[in-house]
C-alpha cells in the first residue's frame, strides 16, 4: 500500500515569462491557502511530474510544482538545438524561483528538493534564507566537482562493463576530453540522429545504477527520446560548469540556515547520491536531522523513502510564515 497521498489534479498553473525569451511551467496542488510548499526536480532537466504533489498534505499544503529552465513544459526546450542554454545557470534558476514566488504571492515556503534539486533548494536558502520556512532533501547533492567526478567516472568500478560501453560509443577525435567533455559536444553537434543516439547512450550508463536498486526498471520518461536529449543536454551543460558554483560553496557557507529546520532523506545504498555529502551537510547544518533509510537507493518513490519524506514534510505543513 502506498505511503503517498493520492494524485490529484492541478487547481491552477501557467507560463511565467522570466525574461530573456525564457518560460518557466508552473502548476499549483492542494489547498489555496494552506501552507505554500514548492517542489524542485532532479536532473537537472528532468522536469516536473504532478506525482511529486503527492509528498504533502493536500488538505494543509497549497503544492508547487514548475519546470526549470529549458525542460518539461517550460520554453524554449533543450531537446531543440537552436536552444541557446547559456542563460540556462544554477543562479538564473535561483531568480526564477523568486520571480515565481512574487508571481503567486507567497511571502515564503516549505521547499522540498530530491537529487538536483537538494543542490537547487541549498541555494536559493542560503540566498534567500527568510524566504524558507523548512526544507525537506532527498537523495542529497551539492554538486562538488568531486560528485560530479564520481557519477561520470567514479561509478566505473561498480558498472565496468557499461562504463566501457559509454566510452566506446565516444568517436575517436572526442575520446581524450573524457566522458563529460566528449557527450556535451555530441548533444550540441549539429547531426540530430547524432544527438539522440548520445543522449540514449548517456542514459543507458545512468541507468546502470538505477536498475541495480529498482527492479521495476527506470523511469517511463526515459523511454521519449526527446525527452532524454533534453535532459542530456542540460546535465552536460550544468555538470561541465560545475553548476556555476564554488566549490564547497553549499557546506561552507551551511550556516546561512541557522533557524531554518531542515529533514534530509538519504538511502543507506544510493550510489548516485553517496551517503557522504547528507552526512557532511548534516553536521554543518545544526538545525536539520538526518535519517538514513536502510536498503533504500536514490528514488524518492521507494516506500520507505517515500514514508520518510511524507512524514517529514507532515512536521512542516502548520508552522507560520515569515
Not at 11 to 30: A, C, P, T
Not at 43 to 65: E, K, M, Q, T, V
Not at 283 to 297: F, K, Q, S, T
Request: glycine residues 8%; negative net charge; hydrophobic residues 40%.
Amino acid at each position: 500500500m502506498s505511503t503517498m497521498f493520492p494524485e490529484i489534479a492541478a487547481y491552477e498553473q501557467g507560463l511565467l515569462d522570466v525574461g530573456g525569451g525564457q518560460k518557466i511551467h508552473w502548476e499549483s496542488y492542494g489547498n489555496p491557502d494552506g501552507q505554500p510548499a514548492l517542489f524542485l526536480h532532479g536532473g537537472p532537466g528532468s522536469g516536473s511530474s504532478p506525482s511529486a504533489a503527492r509528498y504533502f498534505d493536500p488538505a494543509a499544503y497549497r503544492i508547487i510544482l514548475f519546470d526549470q529552465r529549458n525542460c518539461g513544459r517550460s520554453l524554449p526546450s533543450a531537446a531543440d538545438v537552436g536552444t541557446d542554454l547559456s542563460t540556462n545557470t544554477t543562479w538564473n534558476l535561483v531568480a526564477d524561483i523568486e520571480k515565481l514566488r512574487r508571481h503567486l504571492s507567497v511571502t515564503s515556503w516549505v521547499l522540498f528538493g530530491t537529487s538536483w534539486g537538494s543542490t537547487l533548494a541549498l541555494t536559493y536558502a542560503q540566498t534567500h534564507p527568510r524566504r524558507v520556512n523548512a526544507m525537506v532533501l532527498a537523495g542529497v547533492t551539492t554538486t562538488r566537482r568531486s560528485e560530479i567526478d564520481w557519477l561520470t567516472r567514479g561509478m566505473s568500478a561498480l558498472f565496468p562493463v557499461e562504463w566501457q560501453r559509454l566510452n566506446d560509443c565516444l568517436p575517436g577525435e572526442l575520446k581524450p576530453l573524457g566522458v563529460l567533455e566528449g557527450y556535451r559536444q555530441l548533444l550540441n553537434g549539429p547531426d540530430i540522429e547524432t544527438r539522440l543516439k548520445a543522449a540514449s547512450d548517456w542514459h543507458d550508463w545512468e541507468a546502470a545504477s538505477i536498475l541495480l536498486a529498482n527492479a521495476d526498471g527506470f523511469p517511463r520518461r526515459w523511454h521519449d527520446a526527446g525527452y532524454r536529449l533534453t535532459r542530456a543536454r542540460i546535465i552536460t551543460h550544468y555538470f561541465s560548469h560545475a553548476a556555476w558554483l564554488d566549490e564547497g560553496l553549499l557546506l561552507r557557507d551551511a550556516h546561512k540556515l541557522a533557524g531554518i529546520p531542515g529533514v534530509l532523506v538519504q538511502g543507506r545504498l544510493d550510489l548516485e547520491a553517496p551517503l557522504t555529502t547528507a552526512w557532511e551537510l548534516s553536521r554543518a547544518w545544526p538545525d536539520c536531522e538526518l535519517v538514513i533509510v536502510e536498503n533504500a537507493a536514490h528514488s524518492p518513490d521507494h516506500d520507505a523513502m517515500a514514508r520518510e519524506i511524507v512524514s517529514a514534510t507532515g512536521r512542516f505543513r502548520k508552522l507560520s510564515q515569515k
